[in-house]
């Protein structure tokens, strides 16, 4: 009995192999999010306590839903905290008692702009005074309302960065495109947030033309990937090689007529020399709602390869 080999190309995009590693993490691109950032300059903070207040600041994002992967690291939730009293109780046992005050800030980590800032005051009780602190930092309240309008004031000024470099943001874009950084484009389009929706609707135009140019170049490059691959092995193995090559060509692009042509050669080989039968089934072209889904999983896969071991933000000035 024949063998049938079928190379089956589903409606996925150019970048469906990224996507199982990419899921949800996409979902935060073309929204507000920021990343909870704890600086090294925070004065006789316990080290045990960093970690706590890092969950602090990640709760409180998550709670007010501008919380994310960071795969847009640009903008930031930070703290600078400073001990306003501390007593020992007259308890039995002794404990040690903190007063803490806690500025919370978000701005632009990457040019230092600090957007919004507010303070609270925690106290916390504790064996010694490192315990002390640690449970202070745990009475930070979310739903604190000068805690809320901070971050409401802060999702306001991000709205206004981009809707006053929106053209600017595209510009960089599609400059980035000129010089074949597709990838790095899409990343940069696809951080504009919904809630910015003129720019966004903007970015999501100008997303098309760059991903065309994007597909067309890969088609090149895959096309005579697999042509290498049939040349130095024209039997029923080179086609399946070459064939897995040639699935990962978008059919939008501008050779596709090639790719079709190619596999009419393949396919005529192998029928008259292999006893085995060769199929491909083609793919179909994608709506421009999946272009732009692909592009984001673009973006996501190139946010990911590009995440450094840690960030250092600039936050001089900011108290």
């Not at 994310?68 to 046992?93: H, Q, Y």
């Not at 389009?189 to 910015?196: C, D, H, K, N």
């Not at 895959?222 to 049939?230: D, N, Y």
């Not at 060509?249 to 393949?266: A, E, H, L």
Request: charged share 20%.
């Amino acid at each position: 009995m024949k063998k049938l080999l079928i190379f089956f190309i589903a409606l996925s995009s150019v970048f469906g192999t990224y996507a199982q590693n990419t899921q949800g993490k996409s979902d935060d691109l073309g929204r507000i999010t920021l990343a909870a950032y704890v600086p090294e300059q925070i004065e006789k903070m316990p080290e045990s306590a960093r970690s706590i207040l890092s969950n602090k600041l990640n709760q409180l994002i998550s709670q007010n839903g501008i919380g994310g992967s960071t795969l847009n690291e640009r903008f930031i939730i930070t703290a600078n905290i400073g001990v306003m009293s501390k007593d020992i109780t007259g308890t039995a046992p002794t404990m040690m008692a903190l007063s803490l005050d806690v500025t919370l800030y978000v701005g632009d980590g990457i040019e230092g702009t600090k957007f919004a800032s507010t303070t609270i005051s925690v106290k916390g009780v504790g064996e010694n005074e490192t315990k002390a602190y640690i449970s202070a930092l745990k009475n930070i309240n979310g739903n604190n309302t000068s805690i809320q309008a901070f971050l409401e004031s802060g999702k306001a000024r991000i709205l206004k960065y981009y809707n006053t470099r929106c053209d600017f943001i595209i510009s960089d874009a599609q400059s980035l495109a000129a010089q074949g950084r597709y990838e790095e484009a899409f990343y940069k389009l696809s951080g504009i947030p919904e809630a910015s929706s003129a720019c966004y609707s903007k970015a999501r135009a100008a997303i098309i033309p760059i991903y065309k140019k994007h597909i067309d170049k890969m088609c090149q490059v895959r096309l005579m990937e697999a042509k290498t691959a049939w040349a130095a092995s024209q039997n029923y193995e080179g086609a399946t090689k070459a064939g897995d090559i040639l699935s990962q060509i978008d059919p939008n692009s501008s050779c596709y007529q090639d790719v079709k042509t190619f596999v009419g050669q393949i396919s005529k080989s192998i029928k008259e020399n292999d006893t085995r039968e060769w199929n491909f089934i083609f793919k179909q072209q994608q709506a421009d709602a999946d272009v732009l889904k692909s592009a984001y999983t673009a973006a996501a896969a190139y946010a990911n390869a590009q995440q450094p071991a840690a960030v250092i933000y600039n936050v001089k000035g900011w108290w």
